[in-house]
């Protein structure tokens, strides 16, 4: 899945991380995913990320993302502009 996000909360890359690192922390510990920021390295007010996960169904798999989602729409100062899902 690939996420692109406003971070409407950052005027630095030092906010931005201080936003983007908890929620990442958080999402690989509870949901065992791989995540990596794909783009927006230098715009402090975005960034994409992708998540990657494995599981014996594309039913879990589904599950497992929308459960992701919506995690991000409660971080304070992360909002989501755009997101695509590919099942391979």
């Not at 922390?25 to 990596?36: L, P, Q, T, W």
């Not at 783009?39 to 992708?50: E, F, H, I, Y």
């Not at 169904?57 to 589904?62: E, G, I, K, P, R």
């Amino acid at each position: 899945m690939k996420v692109k996000f406003l971070i409407p909360g950052a005027n630095s890359l030092k906010d931005k991380r201080s936003i983007l690192q908890p929620f990442i922390h958080g999402i690989r510990n509870n949901y065992n995913v791989s995540i990596n920021e794909l783009d927006g390295d230098d715009d402090p007010r975005s960034a994409t990320l992708g998540f990657a996960h494995i599981a014996k169904s594309s039913d879990l798999n589904h599950k497992k993302l929308a459960q992701i989602v919506d995690e991000a729409a409660k971080v304070k100062n992360l909002q989501i502009e755009r997101q695509s899902t590919e099942v391979l």
